[in-house]
């Protein structure tokens, strides 16, 4: 696919062109993404949809340029954009890619207890974050602050800190690491700085009494709360591009609903686009603007949300929405299961669950064609029907 698959003329934060990406496990090579084109518009919801082993969130890691070993990226390019720079994340060298990853891309885990560390307090992990991609920024504020201060310590604070803000080689600076007094100089207006940001994130978190939840541990917290901390840690750089992993999995459906509304208002807030994985087309439908869906390491289907819900056109994707359990309507689930990607089926990966399988689904695998504007389709139902289109 040469051009995007969102509309052109929108600005692509990312996008991803021929990815595939492949597990080197004892059993064989899983195939776990098969050359997946995708595009993210600046601004929007794109909520990527699919059973588990689809590569949703394989995907999103190949992304982040951060596969999981024993995975690995084959082939394909993922760039992504900013203030008129393109960053070619597949070709740049890790340390690079690390000074945009959670500062201006991040991402939300599914399993919030297994993102946070249960011997630290919560305050302290957001803190860490702040403290890494946004230390300058502290250093200006607690400057600042050790303006309005008189006394020596406040003094020698200022000095440091102004001092490691001007060269970090700065003997004084150097001497920081080595002297505890002076270290705790340097570090501590700073620390007060990075936990005032906290308190104010957990606030806009909708965490009640943020100044003591800021010391509390994980096992104090409930499933929901300690959501809201990881989402916390997520925002605490105003990351441009946040990718959301199945963020409210393992909560209660009230606590879910909070979770989604929270998101909804953050996105709005702090300007983000948002990447929003699920396998419920139900929180696709609340959340999304434009909906990739993907199986088996394909992207087979791409369109806006009403699209997608009101007129889809992949076997798939409608076996997904007929799976929806409504009142008075007859539950319908999609025969068989996700194949096994080590030994995928030939030609269309979804042919053997699909009810309009040809022969030429066996041999060939359909690639992703727009349709429509905006509305992209890996099936050959309807190739055919775009072919016969141009051929008139
Ligand atoms: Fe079904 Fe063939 Fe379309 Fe695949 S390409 S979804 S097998 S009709």
């Known amino acids: 696919m040469e051009e995007g698959v969102g509309s052109k003329e929108n600005v692509n934060i990312m996008e991803v062109r021929d990815l595939y990406v492949r597990f080197y496990t004892y059993e064989g090579v899983v195939k776990a993404v098969d050359g997946v084109d995708l595009d993210v518009l600046k601004g929007e919801t794109l909520g990527i949809v699919g059973e588990t082993g689809s590569g949703k969130s394989v995907t999103t890691y190949a992304m982040m340029n951060m596969v999981p070993p024993p995975g690995r990226i084959t082939r394909g390019r993922v760039v992504y954009r900013r203030d008129g720079k393109e960053f070619v994340l597949t070709e740049m060298p890790e340390s690079e890619i690390r000074k945009l990853r959670g500062s201006d891309i991040s991402r939300i885990f599914q399993e919030p207890k297994a993102a946070l560390n249960p011997v630290y307090k919560v305050g302290d992990q957001v803190a860490e974050a702040i403290l890494i991609h946004r230390l300058d920024e502290m250093k ?75 010391d509390m541990y994980p ?24 990718i959301a992993d199945e963020p409210t999995t393992n909560l209660d459906v009230t606590v879910e609903a909070q979770i989604l509304e929270l998101m909804k208002d953050l996105k709005k807030r702090f300007g983000m686009t948002l990447i929003y994985i699920t396998h419920d087309m139900g929180v696709i439908a609340e959340m999304s603007n434009r909906v990739a869906v993907m199986y088996a390491g394909n992207v087979v289907e791409v369109g806006d949300v009403y699209t997608i819900f009101k007129k889809p ?44 399988a040809m022969e030429k689904c066996k041999r060939e695998k359909p690639k992703l064609v727009e349709v429509e504007p905006g509305h992209w389709v890996a099936c050959f139902l309807h190739h055919d029907e775009v072919m016969e289109v141009s051929e008139e």
């Open 219 to 242: 096992h104090e917290l409930s499933g929901g709360m300690q959501q809201r901390i990881v989402i916390a840690t997520a925002l605490s750089c105003n990351p441009q591009l946040l």
């Open 313 to 356: 056109l992949h076997p798939y994707t409608k076996g997904l929405l007929e799976a929806i359990p409504m009142p008075g309507r007859p539950l319908k689930d999609i025969p068989g299961t996700v194949p096994n990607l080590i030994n995928p089926p030939s030609g269309c990966r979804f042919h053997p669950r699909c009810e309009h």
């Open 140 to 214: 200006e504020r607690a400057l600042k602050e050790l303006e309005r201060g008189k006394g020596l310590f406040s003094s020698l604070s200022r000095s440091i800190i102004g001092r490691s803000l001007r060269s970090e080689g700065d003997p004084l600076v150097r001497l920081v690491k080595r002297i505890p007094l002076v270290r705790r100089l340097y570090w501590n207006p700073i620390k007060r700085e990075a936990r005032k940001e906290v308190v104010k994130l957990l606030g806009l978190m909708g965490i009640p009494d943020p100044e003591r939840v800021y």
